[in-house]
DNA sequence: CGTGCACTTGACAAAAATCAAATTTTGTGG
DNA sequence: CCACAAAATTTGATTTTTGTCAAGTGCACG
C-alpha cells in the first residue's frame, strides 16, 4: 500500500547495472534514469489508472504505447487462456513490448495500477536523440532478460515447495529492492495467479501454503500476507534439501543466484 | 555444417524488429546491423575458436568480453550444476550477459564453435558514440526476452510429446530463419541437453522421440538428423490436441505464436 | 576388437493434476 | 450492519505422467 513519494518526478526504471563492478549495494535496485531524463520522458508521458483486474492491453492489438508502472502490479500472460503468466511487474518496470508493432502479450492490473503511457512513436524518436538514455533501456531489458531466465529456471523445477518457496523469496526480495520493510511478504496476487506463474495447479499452490504453514516455515496473516518465521527451514527447501539422492544428474533445485 | 559465406564482414545480429510494422518477411530473422556497424564492431572484435565441449566462460568470472557467434552452436547453463541449460545460442546471437561485472551464466560449445570476441570496454566506447547501434542492441535484447518468455512457456508444459514437438518447432523455424533446408532438421545438441533444456529427464526425452518415430510423426535418419513426416500431427501435439477435457482451466497447451 | 559413452528400455514409485465437493471471503444491496 | 450471491480457497480421493533406478544396446574411436 504504502504510496511511492517521490515518484512522479517521471518515468522511473529500476535495475542493477549490468556491467557496473563492485556496487555500494550489491544486488539492489537502481534508479537508471537521471532526473534530467526523468523530467524529458515526463513531457511525452501521460499518467494513467487502471482499476484492479482491468485488462490493459491483449495481445496482438497494435502498440502504440508502452507502459512505466508508478505503483500496482501488472501480470502479462500469453493472451491466449493458455494459463500461463509470463512475468509480473512492479513499480519501476517496463512493460509492453512488441514485436512487429503488435503487443506480444496481454496485460491485466492485478491490484489498483497508476502508470506512465509513453507513445512509441514519440518514445523512439527521443531514444534516437539520447544515447544515454537508450544505454539504460538496454541495462533494463537486460535486468528482465536475467529476471526472465530466472522463472524459466523456477518453472522448471519439480517439486511445489520448492517453487512456492522460491516465489515467496522473489517476492521479499522485490519488497526490500523497493526499500519497503519486509518483516511481512504482501502477497499482491490470488493463488491462482501464483499457480499460473509457478506453473502449478491452484489446488496444489494451496496445499503447499498449508503445508509450509504447518510445518512452522511461514504464518500467514491472511492470504495476502504472510511472515517467514523459519528462514533456514526455507532456504533447505529452495536450496533443494529434503535431502533427495545424489544421482548422476547432479544435486538438483538450486535457483541461480 | 554448411559454413555461413559472407559473415565474417563483421558481427552479426540477427532478430525481428520489435516496433517496425508490416514486415515483408514476416516473422524471419533480419540483420539488424548494417555493413558500417559490422566493419566497425570488427575493429575491436576478435574471432575466436572453440572445440566442441569446450568451456568458453563460466558463471562467476569477470566479464570482460561479450560474445557473438559466427558458426556452431553454444549452450548456456548456470553454472551449479543443476542441470538446467538456460538456453542454445546460434548464429546471430549474442551472449555473455552479466550482473555486476560478473558472467551470470557459463558458456559451453555444444559444436565447434566460431565467435567474434568483443572487449566489454571497448564495447561501451563504442555504443556510448553510437545511437543507432545501441537501439539495434534493443532489439537484439527484446528478441532475446521473448525468447526467455517462450522459454519459460516451454518449460512449464507437462507433456513430453508437447515440450519435445515444440522443441523440434523450434529447431526446425531457426533453421529455416537462418535460411537452411529444412527438409530435414538437424539436432546439433544431445539428448541429455535437451533434457536439461526442455525441463525432463534424459530418459524420458528418449521414450518420447521413440514414442514420436513409432507414431509415425517424426523419421529419424540417425539420432542427430529427423524428418517431419506428419506436420499436422506434430502441430496437433503442439497446439495440445491429443484432445484432453475442457475444464475451468481453458483449453491448455498452447505455445504463444 | 574392446572400452566407453550416449542412448534405450523396463519396472516401480513419487508427486502433482484432476475431479469434485466443502468452506471461507468478499462484495453488494438493503 | 445483515443477508446473499459470487468468487476464492481449501481439502479429499483418484489418476496420470514422469522421475528414478537399473539393465541392456549400439555405435565411435583407438
Not at 501488472?74 to 511487474?89: A, C, M, N, Q, R
Not at 516465489?167 to 499457480?195: C, H, K, N, Y
Request: hydrophobic share 35%; charged share 25%.
Amino acid at each position: 500500500m504504502a504510496q511511492r513519494r517521490s515518484d512522479h518526478t517521471g518515468p522511473s526504471i529500476l535495475a542493477v547495472d549490468p556491467w557496473a563492478r563492485s556496487n555500494p549495494s550489491k544486488g539492489r535496485l537502481h534508479q537508471l534514469l537521471t532526473n534530467e531524463e526523468r523530467s524529458q520522458l515526463a513531457t511525452i508521458a501521460s499518467v494513467v489508472r487502471f482499476k484492479k483486474g482491468a485488462e490493459i492491453f491483449a495481445s496482438g492489438e497494435q502498440a502504440r504505447a508502452l507502459f512505466n508502472i508508478i505503483s500496482g502490479v501488472v501480470k502479462s500472460y500469453s493472451g491466449d487462456e493458455s494459463g500461463h503468466i509470463v512475468t509480473f511487474l512492479f513499480p519501476g518496470d517496463l512493460f509492453g513490448l512488441s514485436e512487429e508493432g503488435v503487443y506480444i502479450n496481454s496485460a491485466k492490473a492485478v491490484t489498483p495500477v497508476t502508470a506512465y503511457q509513453l507513445p512509441v512513436s514519440s518514445l523512439r524518436r527521443r531514444l534516437s536523440n539520447d544515447a544515454a538514455l537508450e544505454y539504460h533501456v538496454i541495462c533494463k531489458l537486460c535486468h528482465s532478460l536475467r529476471y526472465a531466465q530466472r522463472h524459466a529456471f523456477l518453472v522448471a523445477q519439480r517439486h511445489a515447495d520448492l517453487k512456492i518457496a522460491t516465489f515467496l523469496q522473489m517476492l521479499e526480495q522485490l519488497q526490500a529492492a523497493r526499500g519497503e520493510d519486509t518483516s511481512e511478504v504482501r502477497i499482491p496476487m490470488d493463488r491462482s495467479d501464483i499457480g499460473e506463474y509457478v506453473g502449478m495447479s491452484l489446488a496444489a499452490v494451496s496445499r503447499t501454503f498449508t503445508s509450509l504453514i504447518q510445518r512452522g516455515v511461514i504464518k500467514s496473516r491472511d492470504r495476502r500476507h504472510i511472515q517467514i518465521r523459519d528462514r533456514s527451514g526455507l532456504d533447505k527447501i529452495i536450496a533443494g534439501s529434503t535431502v533427495r539422492r545424489s544421482g548422476r544428474r547432479a544435486s538438483k533445485k538450486r535457483d541461480c543466484t
